[in-house]
């Protein structure tokens, strides 16, 4: 994460803001399926 300035030129209500870079590494399939599924209880709201 890098702090930077000149966010009201780039159309943002403050000059300073943080540009956050994403690096993502997807996994190949293992016997055609998806092998990052992950079985968890959660979390659940009722309205």
Known sequence: MV???GGTA???K???YK???F???LTP???GKDNQL???LRA???A
Do not use: P
């Open 19 to 21: 540009d956050i870079e």
């Open 29 to 31: 399939l293992v016997q």
């Open 44 to 46: 659940e709201a009722t």
């Open 10 to 12: 780039l159309g943002l």
């Open 38 to 40: 992950v079985h968890r």
């Open 14 to 16: 403050a000059d300073t």
């Open 3 to 5: 702090e930077k300035t």
């Open 23 to 25: 690096n993502v590494t």
